[in-house]
């Protein structure tokens, strides 16, 4: 008995790490879309060819996403 206690115990921690974990993607998610959206249409706006905006905003928007974690996870 004590064993099935402790398994579903440990379900239950893997599942809420699982669901805050999911939380947090979300939010890098939708800040990433942003960044991109706003720099693929500025890109687009100036003449530039699809696979050139593309390339573009995605480094440069990966780049602030993850320089926007590191300072998130500093504080």
Do not use: P, W
Request: glycine share 4%; proline share 0%; net charge negative.
């Amino acid at each position: 008995m004590a064993k099935k206690t402790l398994a579903l115990f440990v379900i239950c921690i893997v599942v809420l790490a699982a669901m805050v974990h999911l939380g947090e993607a979300d939010a890098n998610e939708d800040r990433y879309k942003s960044c991109y959206n706003t720099c693929y249409d500025e890109c687009k706006s100036q003449g530039k060819g699809h696979t050139t905006c593309e390339i573009n905003c995605d480094e440069d928007c990966e780049a602030k996403d993850a320089r926007a974690q590191l300072d998130e996870a500093t504080r």
